[in-house]
């Protein structure tokens, strides 16, 4: 457990950075990997499918994130103020609604799977692997809850470096497994799914298990393990974060059905430079992850002007980060596309050429999302939702309402222009918050 609230920031934050980075690699590989198998072993078609369901999946997944934010902002904060009962008290709390919100989460996705899918225009060529792959993957949303909010928990008390050795068993074994299932039983897409429910469970339980074993180091007096209040605290944070996220992906479904419309060669082509994107954006967030940690812990112990370093510290290192990713996407975009499609048939050959031309559009904006990134690490941190919250609808409300005005004239070149554009709208308004807040301690 480490300790935000002393020592030179810069070695800090990098220190507290490196490990979440990492951790973030290896988590992305699950994803990628999946539509690798699938669009190498299986098709461009199975692709596809794999990508059809992605937004879906990315709603359960903003839940989970948000749900940790809540957690991770709450438990910093009493960690750095040394409040450790209730830093105890906080973590069974968050254990106990965790599950019960993954039992609830399971049953709607369950009944609403196939509907959903339909609501997207999703292609009858690929609409049953699709539906295949979203079950699967919706039974593992328990697992998916308990690992986020572990990693919340160790990060909150500056351990980035557990959920880190975790993701790269998981991670492993991800990969032995989808190679197993569907390049040697011949699974399919199934195998796909079934590869990514075994892998993120066996991590999950270990993640929680671990955590309950590192409380138990922190001495203190009896604590409650279930504490309204402190669970109305952290949903002070996490309800905002939650919308937040689920909005965004609620929004990218609307996209989603908009790109569904151009034909199965477009979502499969999108599919896996989306993939990239989210693999680059995932990696530039952990700055922000690691910002709102030291915002939140440096709040709680009262040192206010080393909130505000470790800002302008975040923004450097992140900037230095995006001008690496706009490289690897920009100039290498046809080789990340081969990753996914092999080129060999006409229809995989348009997928590459639409992928391209989707990171061609957006890459070289990375350093305008990158701000915003920062601010809403601090912004969170320092429990300023509502400024987050206004900064977040900005970016989505403007890039879906721009995907489909600029998809009418332009196809679906139009919907990659409304991504730059939401992002410079998202940033002016996060950054203008994070400077007044700043301003006001």
């Known amino acids: 457990m480490k300790d935000l609230t002393t020592g030179n920031p810069f070695q800090v934050i990098l220190k507290f950075t490196l490990p979440m980075l990492f951790s973030m690699i290896f988590q992305q590989v699950y994803s990628v990997v999946d539509s690798v198998v699938a669009g190498q072993y299986i098709g461009v078609d199975a692709l596809g499918a794999v990508g059809a369901s992605q937004?879906?999946?990315?709603?359960f997944i903003a839940?989970?994130?948000?749900?940790?934010?809540?957690?991770?902002?709450?438990?910093?904060?009493?960690?750095?103020?040394?409040?450790y009962k209730r830093v105890k008290s906080t973590i069974s709390t968050s254990v106990i609604t965790v599950i019960v919100m993954s039992i609830i989460l399971t049953a709607f996705g369950i009944l609403t799977c196939s509907p959903m899918l339909k609501l997207l225009s999703t292609p009858s060529d690929i609409f049953s692997d699709a539906a295949l792959y979203l079950r699967i993957y919706i039974w593992g949303v328990a697992f998916l809850m308990l690992y986020n909010a572990a990693t919340s928990i160790f990060t909150a008390l500056g351990d980035s470096?557990?959920?880190?050795?975790?993701?790269?068993?998981?991670?492993?074994?991800?990969?032995?497994?989808?190679?197993?299932?569907?390049?040697?039983?011949?699974?399919?897409?199934a195998g796909v799914a079934w590869a990514t429910f075994i892998a993120q469970g066996l991590a999950s339980v270990l993640a929680v298990v671990t955590v309950f074993l590192k409380v138990q180091k922190i001495k203190t007096a009896n604590y409650k393990k279930f504490n309204m209040v402190l669970l109305r605290k952290i949903m002070t944070i996490a309800v905002p974060s939650i919308m937040q996220q689920s909005f965004v992906s609620i929004g990218q479904l609307f996209v989603q059905g908009?790109?569904?419309?151009?034909?199965?060669?477009?979502?499969?082509?999108?599919?896996?430079?989306?993939?990239?994107?989210?693999?680059i954006l995932a990696a530039l967030g952990t700055v922000s992850n690691a910002i709102s940690s030291f915002t939140a812990q440096n709040l709680g112990a009262g040192k206010k002007d080393r909130m505000k370093e470790g800002v302008k510290i975040g923004l450097k290192m992140i900037l230095?980060?995006?001008?690496?990713?706009?490289?690897?996407?920009?100039?290498?975009?046809?080789?990340?596309?081969?990753?996914f499609m092999d080129g060999k048939t006409q229809a995989s050959l348009n997928g590459i050429k639409v992928g391209?031309?989707?990171?061609?559009?957006?890459?070289?904006?990375?350093?305008?999302?990158?701000?915003?990134?920062?601010?809403?690490?601090?912004?969170?941190?320092?429990?300023?939702?509502?400024?987050?919250?206004a900064s977040t609808f900005a970016d989505l409300i403007s890039r879906v309402v721009l995907s489909f005005l600029f998809s009418v004239p332009f196809g679906y070149i139009g919907i990659w222009w409304a991504w730059p554009v939401g992002w410079l709208i998202g940033t002016s308004v996060s950054g203008y918050y994070c400077k007044n807040q700043l301003k006001k301690l």
């Open 55 to 59: 937004p879906i999946t990315a709603i």
């Open 63 to 83: 839940i989970a994130v948000g749900t940790g934010m809540g957690i991770n902002v709450v438990i910093s904060n009493f960690f750095g103020a040394k409040k």
């Open 161 to 189: 470096m557990t959920p880190l050795l975790f993701l790269i068993f998981s991670s492993v074994l991800n990969i032995i497994l989808d190679v197993v299932f569907v390049a040697s039983f011949h699974m399919g897409v």
């Open 258 to 279: 908009r790109i569904n419309s151009f034909g199965s060669v477009v979502v499969a082509g999108y599919s896996a430079a989306f993939k990239i994107q989210i693999f």
């Open 320 to 339: 230095c980060m995006s001008m690496l990713f706009f490289i690897a996407g920009y100039f290498f975009a046809e080789p990340l596309m081969r990753l």
């Open 356 to 389: 391209i031309g989707f990171l061609h559009i957006v890459t070289p904006f990375y350093l305008v999302i990158c701000i915003k990134f920062v601010c809403d690490g601090a912004l969170r941190g320092m429990e300023a939702m509502k400024a987050f919250m």
